[in-house]
């Protein structure tokens, strides 16, 4: 049995790592199939006994928050495989593409990964737990209008993204009837700066994105337990990625709404976007007038034959590479090519 040192990412707990994130679940016990034993930090072992090191979301900084200072004894020193799995991408978490340089192999969505990879670099598509949510399809005229989950914290960044995203929810909420709702961490809070992208127009930018947050901050309601349930009870998830057309970069923010019977408002890599253009409404192909015209238009059987699609796809396999279960056999396979 050989032995992988697992480092957790520092925003959550040491011993419970696998159950919160939902694409490690059963993970101990798809490794142990594979003759892998999962440790973590606190657990008794030597050093000696370690074949394999596992980052997800590395960062220079987990040691001050933890003063775990092995960490660094492990990353920089000792002379042990060691494998990064990135979620976020280089415009908005450098640090992260930084420490890269401390491992063997990364693994990530980035399709190209160049100058911000300093290792070998193994592609897999962001991880999406299929087998713990169920798909569901309500009444469509049962449903509220629109729902948006996300932490409100990309006002502090300067990605492609982070201001288009506040802008455009205010559009297409200022233009739908019904019930809109936003979940998430921090949107209780009124910043005082809301500077971005360009720092040249940051006065102007901070007072309109200042007048567009009071106008979208006013939907906040509350955290979120299921996201699969609350958001079932929408007829439109707002499902604007992080970033901007990077490639590669599909989070779980789509497939929450498919999965929940919800159409996905989508922006983010555009070769998904032509490719799934039929099971997306895309502001970016349509631009913002057709696409509140849709979302108008839309009806009960507009979104069945939808959300039925996506299902028949998603059972014939066709978004397999994105399941979790492929993320950890990915994790373990290269762990096996490095020892």
Known sequence: MKTMLVIPDYLYGINNWELERSYFKCFSNRAKSKEWRLVNIQDSISLNE?????????????DKIHNFEIYD??????????????????SRRPDL??????????????????KYCHCKHVENPYPYNFSENECIYKDWNSRNSMVWVASNNWFQGFDS????????????????????SIFGKGWDIKPDFLFG????????????????????????????????KEISGYKFCFSYENTDNFP???????????????????RGEREFEETYNDLLICPRLLGKKKTIEMMHKYNDDDAYNMISKFQSMLIAGKFKNFSHEVFQDRILDTANSLI
Do not use: H
């Open 97 to 114: 593409w930084e420490s890269t340089r401390w491992f063997d192999v990364c693994i990530s969505f980035n399709k190209k990964p160049g």
């Open 73 to 90: 004894k492990i990353i920089n020193k000792l002379k042990i495989p060691k494998i990064l799995a990135i979620f976020e991408t280089p």
């Open 197 to 228: 992208p360009l720092p040249i127009f940051g006065i102007l930018q901070n007072k309109k994105n200042k007048i567009i947050y009071d106008n979208i901050s006013k939907y906040f309601s509350g955290l979120i337990e299921n996201k699969n």
């Open 161 to 180: 993204l982070s201001q288009r995203r506040l802008r455009d929810f205010d559009i297409f909420a200022k233009k739908l009837s019904g019930k809109i």
């Open 50 to 62: 370690i074949d394999c090191i596992f980052a997800p979301n590395y960062a220079k900084y987990l």
């Open 248 to 266: 590669g970069y599909v989070t779980e923010k789509v497939f929450d709404a498919w999965m929940s019977g919800s159409i996905p408002i989508y």
